[in-house]
């Protein structure tokens, strides 16, 4: 990739300023070894959510917060944030992010256990967006799942579909990345979606239920 080129996505994926409470839980996952969105990324998902007018949102992995801030600031102001994570340490710090963000208590539903655990329990198309930046293992099931919670229109969402280049490389992988590349081919291909690949972060998978 040019100079010129890897200039332009650094300038795109810092394009979008970031809040206080952002940085602060940015800087609690570094703390925990976490990975957290990559802010155009965050400013990706923020403007999705916007787009869908997203009134319920559900995210897989919550990890400190920083996706959900992004996610609630699209979301319209009587929105509600179901974010599911196995880790209540991380959902701690989430729910203070959400705190500094200035957010109430009632817009976030937080919920430890895991995603192919939790997401059977909630509502069929009661959801605008789910985001999924969880288990790559259990990808294929969660896009099962978030299709059956998704109204038709919603949005669905795949963090880290790259896998820092690994989808793409054509030497040997791990089971995880060609889970990954499963869940590429099975979006693009299925009929039931209008979908599209977004070059920000490590890849953001995105697809619309007709």
């Keep these: 990739m040019s100079g010129n ?8 994926d810092a394009f979008v300023a970031e809040e206080d409470a952002v940085r602060w ?38 990890g400190t917060g ?12 009587d929105g509600v944030l179901t974010t599911v994570d196995p880790e209540p340490e991380r959902q701690q710090l989430a729910r203070q ?8 208590a009632n817009r976030a539903r937080i919920i430890v256990g895991r995603a192919l655990d939790v997401l059977p329990r909630l509502a069929d198309s009661g959801y605008d ?16 799942e ?11 969402c795949f963090e880290g579909v790259f ?15 060609l889970r990954l590349r499963e869940l590429v081919r099975t979006v693009r291909e299925s009929p039931d979606l209008v979908p599209t690949l977004l070059p920000v972060g490590d890849g953001l998978l995105c697809a619309v239920k007709r």
């Design 129 to 144: 967006l789910v985001f999924c930046d969880g288990d790559r293992m259990e990808c294929l099931d969660c896009l099962a």
């Design 25 to 62: 839980a940015r800087d609690r996952a570094r703390e925990s070894g976490l990975r957290s969105v990559s802010p155009g990324t965050g400013a990706a998902l923020r403007m999705l959510a916007a787009t869908a007018g997203a009134k319920a949102v559900a995210e897989i992995g919550t």
């Design 146 to 156: 978030s299709l059956r919670l998704l109204r038709p229109g919603g949005l669905v």
């Design 163 to 177: 896998a820092g280049g690994r989808t793409v490389d054509s030497g040997p992988q791990p089971a995880e990345v």
């Design 5 to 12: 080129r890897l200039t332009s996505w650094a300038f795109a």
């Design 66 to 77: 920083v996706s959900g801030i992004h996610l609630l600031r699209g979301m319209r102001p």
């Design 97 to 104: 992010a959400f705190r500094i963000a200035g957010f109430a």
